[in-house]
């Protein structure tokens, strides 16, 4: 059986989405595809699982013309390469990776903005003083452990199963149906535009990007946070859409109870990939909580 192929920078991203601020960086034993727009205060924008900078197309450029943007592949995503040891895709170590990044850049953001696991990922970086964001923006955060995922719900066999390669290339392969990458779209809530569901599409059906995102899940341990939000001092804005079905509207409320300087704003109409459904609208309002916190944003 033939190795799995990572999507290829000169082939799959001719046409990606704001390639000219793409770069390429070696920071903490990877090699990472970062975007990097604008001028003013640093601004880190994280994606969630299965995702990648595509999911950020639109919004990016909207905030480039105020904050100097960084906005990373995770490991494993897009065109990041995937870690050796798997240990890599654990919150913990996608965490070093990212702060490993900022480092190699000689950036410092101001405030952070992340969407889904991306917000748990920003949040655990702030706990442990590897990020020092004068806010932090959770879109759609998936902050806390899912619905019977508490206890151990990840085993070493079930982690051994979705780090192999056999169901990566199920999923992928699942993926070669239009039809199947709509109905994997309609669980977020959310309705794309063909762009957003042919990008999601093309990642989809590659197995190395698949095949990280599984073992994410299975790595993925947000018990430790959940316990740690209240000592989450900075400024934290939970933007949630109602209409979102992966995570549900109810657990921004639980996180608002748990972290001392949350603030929750529930826009109607737009589910978990709110971000790409209405751009302008969230980033008007990740301007304006920049303002409220007292970071300098250009007019």
């Not at 599409?201 to 990007?209: A, E, I, Q, Y």
């Not at 603030?263 to 459904?277: D, K, T, V």
């Not at 909580?289 to 300098?296: E, H, K, L, N, S």
Request: charged share 20%; hydrophobic share 45%; with cysteine.
């Amino acid at each position: 059986m033939p190795a799995l192929r990572a999507p290829d920078w000169e082939t799959d991203g001719l046409d990606w989405p704001n390639r000219e601020a793409s770069r390429f960086v070696d920071a903490g034993g990877l090699r990472w595809h970062v975007q990097v727009m604008g001028s003013g205060p640093v601004l880190l924008l994280v994606h969630g699982t299965g995702a990648s900078t595509h999911s950020f197309r639109d919004l990016l450029p909207l905030l480039a013309a105020r904050f100097q943007v960084v906005a990373p592949d995770l490991p494993g995503h897009g065109f990041t390469a995937r870690p050796e040891d798997p240990a890599g895709l654990s919150l913990p170590g996608m965490s070093a990776g990212v702060a490993a990044l900022l480092g190699t850049l000689a950036l410092s953001p101001q405030i952070a903005v992340g969407h889904s696991a991306g917000a748990a990922l920003l949040c655990q970086m702030q706990l442990t003083g590897q990020l020092r964001s004068q806010a932090l923006v959770s879109l759609n955060g998936a902050l806390l452990p899912l619905p019977g995922l508490r206890h151990p719900a990840f085993t070493p066999l079930v982690r051994s199963v979705v780090s192999g390669e056999w169901l990566p290339r199920l999923f992928a392969r699942r993926m070669e149906s239009p039809q199947e990458v709509d109905r994997l779209l309609e669980r977020t809530g959310s309705v794309l535009d063909p762009r957003g569901r042919d990008l999601y599409g093309r990642l989809s059906r590659n197995p190395v990007h698949t095949g990280s995102a599984l073992a994410m899940m299975g790595h993925w341990d947000t018990r430790p946070l959940e316990a740690g939000l209240p000592d989450l001092e900075v400024p934290l804005l939970l933007l949630v859409g109602a209409e979102d079905r992966m995570i549900l509207p109810g657990v921004a409320l639980r996180v608002r109870a748990l972290a001392p300087r949350a603030e929750l704003l529930q826009i109607s109409g737009l589910g978990h990939l709110a971000h790409e459904e209405a751009p302008q609208l969230i980033a008007e309002e990740i301007v304006r909580y920049a303002r409220v916190q007292g970071i300098t944003v250009p007019s």
